[in-house]
C-alpha cells in the first residue's frame, strides 16, 4: 500500500507542480489486470463462492493500494481525474482501453502490466508522448530510446546480477546448470552471465549453459545433471510456460537429483504449487 501512496505523488510530480486552486483537472489513467468479468457472472454474481483465486491477486492488491491513494489525494482537493481500466476485460481489448486513454487526453499511465503486453504500452508512450510508469515488470523487453516508457522495478540487468553474486556467496563450488532456449531474451539473460563472470573481480562461478529446445524430453533435461552432488538449476527464460515445463519435469526426478532451482523474475507472481 505504501508503494501505491508513493507511486501517487510520483505521479503530481510527472504533470507538474498542483495547486488545489488550479481550474485545470489533471487525467490519469490506471491499468491493472483486474479479471473483474472472470470473478463475476453477467448478474454480477460472485463465482467462486467463499473462495479467492489467486490470479486476482496481484491486480486486485494493487488496486486497492492505488484506491487508497486517490482517497488521500482527494482530501488534499487536487484537481485529479483517475480512469480505471481492468485489462483482463471481456468487453474491451487491450488495444481500445488505450486508444480510449489517449482519446480522454490522459497526462501519465500506470500500469500493472506483462511481458507481452509490455511493446503496447511502450509504443503508445512513445507514439503519444504520454509518459508510462511500469510498476511491476523488472525488464525493459529491450526497449531503447524511449524517454516516456519508465520502469519502477530494478531492471533484470540489476536482477540477474544480483543473482549471480547471490550464487559466488553461497554455492561457489556446487554444480551449476544454466537451462537456456533460441530467444532474444534468453540470449540477453546468458549475456549478463557471462560478462559478470569476465569482469567479477572475485572467483567467477563455474556455469554450464545447456540450451533446451521448447518441446524438450526429460533426458534432455537430466543429462547435465549429477545424482551424486548437488545442482543449482538456473532457470534463463522469461516464458513461464517454459519455466513451469521445466520444473514439472524436474519434480519427477527431485529425489534422485536434489537440485536447487532458481529463476527469473517473471516467477514472482506464478503459482508452482501444482
Known amino acids: 500500500m505504501k508503494r501505491c501512496w508513493v507511486i501517487m505523488w510520483v505521479s503530481v510530480?510527472?504533470?507538474?507542480?498542483?495547486?488545489?486552486?488550479?481550474?485545470?483537472?489533471?487525467?490519469?489513467?490506471?491499468?491493472?489486470?483486474?479479471?473483474?468479468?472472470?470473478?463475476?457472472?453477467?448478474?454480477?454474481?460472485?463465482?467462486?463462492?467463499?473462495?479467492?483465486?489467486?490470479?486476482?491477486?496481484?491486480?486486485?492488491?494493487?488496486?486497492?493500494?492505488?484506491?487508497?491513494?486517490?482517497?488521500?489525494?482527494?482530501?488534499?482537493?487536487?484537481?485529479?481525474?483517475?480512469?480505471?481500466?481492468?485489462?483482463?476485460?471481456?468487453?474491451?481489448?487491450?488495444?481500445?482501453?488505450?486508444?480510449?486513454?489517449?482519446?480522454?487526453?490522459?497526462?501519465?499511465?500506470?500500469?500493472?502490466?506483462?511481458?507481452?503486453?509490455?511493446?503496447?504500452?511502450?509504443?503508445?508512450?512513445?507514439?503519444?508522448?504520454?509518459?508510462?510508469?511500469?510498476?511491476?515488470?523488472?525488464?525493459?523487453?529491450?526497449?531503447?530510446?524511449?524517454?516516456?516508457?519508465i520502469l519502477l522495478n530494478t531492471t533484470l540487468r540489476s536482477h540477474c546480477e544480483e543473482m549471480y553474486r547471490y550464487l559466488q556467496k553461497n554455492h561457489p563450488t556446487d554444480r551449476m546448470v544454466f537451462y537456456t532456449r533460441k530467444g532474444q531474451m534468453e540470449d540477453m539473460i546468458k549475456n549478463y552471465f557471462t560478462e559478470f563472470a569476465k569482469n567479477t573481480p572475485a572467483l567467477p562461478v563455474d556455469i554450464?549453459?545447456?540450451?533446451?529446445?521448447?518441446?524438450?524430453?526429460?533426458?534432455?533435461?537430466?543429462?547435465?545433471?549429477d545424482s551424486n552432488r548437488k545442482t543449482v538449476t538456473i532457470v534463463g527464460s522469461l516464458d513461464t510456460t517454459y519455466s513451469h515445463s521445466i520444473l514439472n519435469k524436474m519434480g519427477t526426478v527431485a529425489k534422485s537429483y536434489k537440485p536447487l532451482v532458481i529463476g527469473m523474475p517473471t516467477w514472482d507472481n506464478e503459482d508452482f504449487s501444482r
Open 13 to 149: 510530480l510527472f504533470i507538474g507542480q498542483i495547486s488545489a486552486q488550479s481550474l485545470e483537472r489533471h487525467r490519469i489513467a490506471v491499468f491493472s489486470p483486474l479479471f473483474l468479468d472472470s470473478a463475476f457472472d453477467n448478474n454480477q454474481n460472485y463465482r467462486y463462492a467463499t473462495e479467492f483465486p489467486k490470479f486476482i491477486n496481484p491486480g486486485l492488491e494493487f488496486y486497492e493500494g492505488v484506491q487508497l491513494a486517490i482517497d488521500s489525494l482527494n482530501k488534499e482537493n487536487l484537481p485529479l481525474e483517475f480512469y480505471i481500466y481492468d485489462t483482463r476485460s471481456a468487453s474491451q481489448s487491450l488495444v481500445d482501453q488505450l486508444t480510449e486513454a489517449v482519446n480522454n487526453k490522459v497526462e501519465l499511465i500506470i500500469a500493472h502490466i506483462t511481458g507481452r503486453e509490455l511493446f503496447q504500452f511502450a509504443k503508445v508512450a512513445k507514439d503519444s508522448q504520454i509518459p508510462v510508469l511500469n510498476v511491476n515488470l523488472p525488464n525493459d523487453g529491450g526497449i531503447s530510446n524511449n524517454p516516456y516508457f
Open 208 to 225: 554450464r549453459f545447456v540450451e533446451l529446445p521448447v518441446n524438450f524430453t526429460q533426458q534432455q533435461l537430466i543429462a547435465p545433471l
